[in-house]
């Protein structure tokens, strides 16, 4: 191909976005939780019923044309619709079928579904390709998934204002897992660069995610050691010729050993997770082992590691996401022990972030031993942690004013020496369990605190640094921070 076609491909997959015609089209009740299941499911950390809806609206196709694409909202039950409730976006991982999504109540519409029982409107973009959008979803190509999520959040806001729902427009909070993360990252980038004034990003999470794919994922799939999910060279490269245009048939690319399972794939004879299965099993039997790097024909391996401007080259590094500075308070966290996604991914893109003049990244490991399954929850229940520190929901006077609610808890002195003095206008029977967490969301102790208008802590243990107090009763929870000097 020449590389002339390759950039006019290039341009329109990054400017398409500029094209689109986004416009709701329907809302589809999929069904609600009661604040009590909400807790019977997902812990007493819960305070909102939860209903959901499948969004449908359009969005940007690769080659500019208005497509139908699918996604998740899960909104909390205020009867009086007095709240005005922050967005929180989250963006999958990857899919092993059309249907495997958000929208049709995959495993994670559950993440979307306790984000909104945290008081979120919560949405969950299917992506471009996935869902009920009937194109071959370009797997992990940045662009589409910011704009795809961009679009739902219009859409979102039209519903919301429909249905006579207030929400607070002035924070939307980013995340996302595995190719979420990849995507998250996306639209994080593109939000604070085109979307400052109507889509502020107060804090963002991305987890486990592929940022560098030209060089850290292409060394960690494709050098000598064994890789165990090699069907996502096969999803990657079906899915950027649809956006690149990378080769002129399937032969160049795939080495002919393991041509009739991607042609099955390709075909939607089998889902993802029976390519992978088949692939192994083939590789395993020709060469001893999962060496992903013998699906692919020699030249292409060799242009992937030595052409940078190869169609091939070009593509993985037109997705490379970690290469800007963000503002926001930014968290990367990932698990050392990660199989599928290289935990130097999150240290690559902390440091060029850094190098770039961010002051606001921080990347954690939530656990060296973890791999890439058992990393979800710890991811998860930390972004969420992060994110109420910065959550704002606000209540609608009669007016139509918004005023920041009011905490029952005061802190002093803050900054403080170590010992603070916990105070609440009236007496309550009830008890009050108190955790501190530190700057990186690092449990540093809990109590049980007996009922009390009024109480002493003796902090002197902790270290200077600023730490999170999270104080939880049957009234609600708040959660301050406090400065140790």
Not at 234 to 253: H, S
Not at 291 to 296: G, S
């Amino acid at each position: 191909m020449q590389r002339s076609t390759l950039l006019l491909l290039f341009f329109l997959a990054l400017n398409s976005a500029a094209l689109r015609a986004q416009e709701l089209i329907e809302a589809v009740p999929l069904g609600s939780l009661t604040k009590d299941q909400m807790v019977a499911q997902f812990g007493s950390i819960m305070q909102y019923g939860v209903d959901y809806y499948q969004i449908k609206y359009t969005t940007s196709g690769l080659d500019g044309s208005d497509q139908m694409v699918s996604g998740l909202l899960a909104a909390p039950q205020d009867p009086g619709a007095a709240l005005a409730f922050p967005f929180l976006v989250y963006q999958h991982g990857t899919a092993g079928s059309k249907d495997d999504v958000p929208s049709f109540l995959s495993a994670e519409a559950g993440i979307a579904q306790a984000a909104a029982g945290l008081g979120y409107f919560a949405l969950a973009p299917d992506y471009l390709g996935l869902g009920i959008s009937p194109v071959v979803h370009p797997y992990v190509h940045a662009a589409s998934e910011a704009w795809a999520a961009i679009d739902m959040l219009y859409a979102v806001q039209d519903f919301l204002s429909a249905e006579d729902r207030a929400f607070n427009d002035g924070q939307v909070f980013v995340t996302g897992y595995s190719q979420g993360g990849h995507a998250s990252m996306a639209l994080h980038r593109e939000l604070e660069a085109n979307y400052v004034d109507e889509f502020p990003v107060a804090a963002a999470a991305h987890l486990s995610g592929p940022y560098s794919v030209s060089e850290v994922m292409r060394d960690f799939t494709l050098g000598d050691d064994e890789y165990f999910t090699p069907s996502y060279m096969v999803y990657i490269a079906l899915g950027y010729q649809q956006a690149y245009g990378i080769y002129d048939n399937i032969e160049e690319f795939f080495h002919p050993n393991y041509l009739p399972a991607i042609q099955e794939y390709q075909a939607g004879m089998i889902d993802l997770w029976e390519l992978n299965g088949q692939l192994i099993d083939q590789l395993t039997q020709d060469h001893g082992g999962s060496y992903p790097k013998y699906l692919l024909q020699d030249s292409i391996l060799n242009a992937l590691f030595n052409e940078p401007q190869h169609p091939a080259s070009l593509a993985l590094a037109d997705n490379d996401v970690y290469d800007w500075t963000p503002t926001a308070p930014t968290r990367l966290f990932y698990c050392q022990a990660d199989e599928q996604v290289s935990y130097e991914n999150a240290l690559v893109a902390k440091d060029q972030m850094i190098s770039n003049g961010s002051t606001s990244v921080l990347a954690v490991d939530l656990n060296p031993n973890f791999g890439h399954v058992d990393c979800v929850e710890p991811a998860i229940n930390t972004t969420f942690f992060i994110f109420g520190l910065y959550q704002q929901i606000l209540q609608v006077s009669a007016n139509e004013e918004i005023l920041a609610g009011r905490a029952q808890w005061q802190i002093a002195p803050n900054p403080s020496s170590g010992l603070v003095q916990l105070s609440r206008s009236g007496f309550q029977k009830e008890e009050v369990e108190l955790q501190i967490f530190d700057a990186l969301g690092r449990l540093q102790d809990r109590q049980s605190l007996q009922p009390s208008a009024s109480l002493e802590l003796d902090l002197s243990d902790l270290a200077p640094g600023c730490y999170f107090l999270e104080l939880r009763s049957e009234s609600g929870r708040e959660i301050h921070r406090l400065v140790i000097d």
